[in-house]
T-cell receptor, first 113, second 113 residues
Framework: QQQVKQSPQSLIVQKGGISIINCAYENTAFDYFPWYQQFPGKGPALLIAIRPDVSEKKEGRFTISFNKSAKQFSLHIMDSQPGDSATYFCAASGPGNTGKLIFGQGTTLQVKP | KAGVTQTPRYLIKTRGQQVTLSCSPISGHRSVSWYQQTPGQGLQFLFEYFSETQRNKGNFPGRFSGRQFSNSRSEMNVSTLELGDSALYLC????????????FGPGTRLTVT
């Protein structure tokens, strides 16, 4: 029940296209859902996050869509660029601010020029 | 503002030895969480410290321990190293309270031979 399942494992998108990564969770007590971006040799960097009382959040080219009833959330990267090529992780936390993030397995995104 | 710093960045140890890793959080952040990242298991939560107290612990053996100092800096220790402990060890700091955001350091790459 503590798992977060992420798909796909890898994704290839053409420059300018939309990249979509999906995550599903079981624990309805989770109340914080961030997305992280990680480049080789670096630590994960916080991209965008959402709480379950909001169905969508947009920051620049990055959008989180959240479906509470389906217990799913997804990351959309609009106008994907080669510089977006990285590994993306979804995560979940809660209830409350526990300091513990449960991560999905990651998606390796390659954006072809 | 300086980010999260971790030392050392790389470490090679022999099976059976022990190791101590250090993490300095972002100034003003009082919570430090530690994670282990491996290709097979992904990102897994080790423990979280707030105000020098361990508040949350992941599912790791007792060989993994940590502590936090009054200046919020944190250390983690792994005793009796095993080959399977080879991983990237990441720490993340957070303001805590109503702020759930965790910011990661670059990690310490530990290789056990």
């Amino acid at each position: 029940q503590q798992q977060v399942k992420q798909s796909p494992q890898s994704l290839i998108v053409q420059k300018g296209g939309i990249s979509i990564i999906n995550c599903a969770y079981e624990n309805t007590a989770f109340d914080y859902f961030p997305w992280y971006q990680q480049f080789p040799g670096k630590g994960p960097a916080l991209l965008i996050a959402i709480r379950p009382d909001v169905s969508e959040k947009k920051e620049g080219r990055f959008t989180i869509s959240f479906n509470k009833s389906a217990k799913q959330f997804s990351l959309h990267i609009m106008d994907s660029q080669p510089g977006d090529s990285a590994t993306y992780f979804c995560a979940a936390s809660g209830p409350g601010n526990t300091g513990k993030l449960i991560f999905g397995q990651g998606t390796t995104l390659q954006v072809k020029p | 503002k300086a980010g999260v710093t971790q030392t050392p960045r790389y470490l090679i140890k022999t099976r059976g030895q022990q190791v101590t890793l250090s993490c300095s959080p972002i100034s003003g952040h009082r919570s430090v969480s530690w994670y282990q990242q491996t290709p097979g298991q992904g990102l897994q939560f080790l423990f979280e410290y707030f105000s020098e107290t361990q508040r949350n612990k992941g599912n790791f053996p007792g060989r993994f321990s940590g502590r936090q100092f009054s200046n919020s800096r944190s250390e983690m220790n792994v005793s009796t190293l095993e080959l399977g402990d080879s991983a990237l060890y990441l720490c993340a700091s957070s303001l805590q309270g109503s702020s759930y955001e965790q910011y990661f350091g670059p990690g310490t790459r530990l290789t056990v031979t």
